[in-house]
């Protein structure tokens, strides 16, 4: 149970434009910490884009997306989910990258979501570009592959981009296929969209048994009868969330570096993640916030938004 160390800020208490900003006002545990081992979930920021590969930005959401997340309050007004009474949730800092070179920023990455695995908290990320992903599957789904359910409009399945490159923020699925951390059975990709280079990563897709329901599809069915097979897809096993925010039309999430015309409204970004509920999520991701396309900060306070449903869902999930 959640105590009165671990209850964010109020906003009737400390306005909330004022003090240190922290993800959602909420205690900053390091893991040296002495109340580290009372954390159950934990919120951390990847401040890295280096598998963008075209418009940068992504590291500096983390930053963005707390400073917006000050607005978020204790209560779900849909739902009436209280996370923060549920569960002791905490801000656990940053992943420290090396922006000169991918493979040692993904070491860290994955180191860093170790120690959460080791301490049994269960990790809600602010990315960062979308290859944050797989360090984070690393440490997630060393012992075993898991489901993810993933919200986006590119499938991020591609082999390599320019002639090899295995490594950028269109590949990070395939190589967790490959790498044994995701089991394509169990995943589903919904909102894809866009213009292609090639049929390449629907192929694969199709290949291993990945469910990819196209925006086309998405809107047709409508969201419960969507999300209904979505839940039946990843079943009762452990299932990681990935939601880029290029999901949302850019209408309302124009801060992103590759936006895609004719998504889903902000409404209906939330809703989706409701309809999650009951899944066994182990760890989920926020990604692709890039601040540079957006300073009035919309897109940022959507996105943590989006993590305050992310965080409802596995709050009820790890309380029972």
Not at 174 to 186: I, N, S, Y
Not at 194 to 206: Q, S
Not at 276 to 302: C, Q, Y
């Amino acid at each position: 149970m959640s105590n009165d160390f671990f209850t964010p800020v109020s906003g009737m208490d400390l306005p909330r434009f004022a003090g240190v900003p922290s993800f959602m006002r909420l205690p900053h545990v390091g893991f040296d910490h002495d109340r580290c081992d009372e954390v159950q979930v934990g919120l951390v920021g990847v401040p890295w884009d280096s598998g963008t590969t075209n418009r940068p930005g992504p590291r500096h959401g983390p930053r963005q997306l707390r400073d917006a997340s000050t607005m978020i309050r204790a209560e779900n007004g849909a739902t009436g989910v209280r996370p923060f009474e549920l569960v002791n949730c905490a801000d656990m800092g940053d992943v420290g990258p090396n922006p000169a070179d991918i493979p040692d920023s993904m070491n860290r990455i994955t180191a860093f979501y170790a120690k959460l695995k080791d301490r049994g908290i269960a990790p809600l990320t602010a990315g960062g570009d979308h290859l944050s992903s797989l360090p984070i599957l690393r440490a997630l789904a060393a012992d075993a592959p898991v489901g993810m359910v993933h919200f986006d409009s590119h499938t991020d399945l591609f082999h390599s981009y320019f002639g090899g490159t295995m490594f950028t923020h269109g590949t990070p699925f395939r190589r967790a296929v490959e790498e044994d951390l995701l089991d394509p059975k169990r995943v589903v990709q919904i909102g894809i969209r866009g213009t292609a280079y090639d049929r390449e990563d629907l192929d694969f897709a199709d290949s291993v048994g990945i469910r990819i329901i196209r925006i086309e599809e998405f809107f047709d069915r409508g969201i419960p009868d969507v999300m209904a097979e979505a839940r039946e897809i990843v079943g009762s096993g452990d299932t990681y969330v990935s939601y880029d925010i290029d999901f949302v039309d850019p209408t309302y999430a124009p801060g992103t570096g590759t936006p895609e015309v004719g998504g889903p409204n902000s409404f209906q970004a939330l809703q989706v993640v409701r309809e999650l509920d009951g899944l066994n999520i182990i760890g989920a991701d926020m990604v692709e916030v890039s601040p540079p396309f957006d300073e009035s900060g919309g897109t940022a306070f959507l996105g943590v938004s989006i993590m305050f449903e992310l965080l409802c869902v596995m709050a009820k999930r790890i309380a029972g």
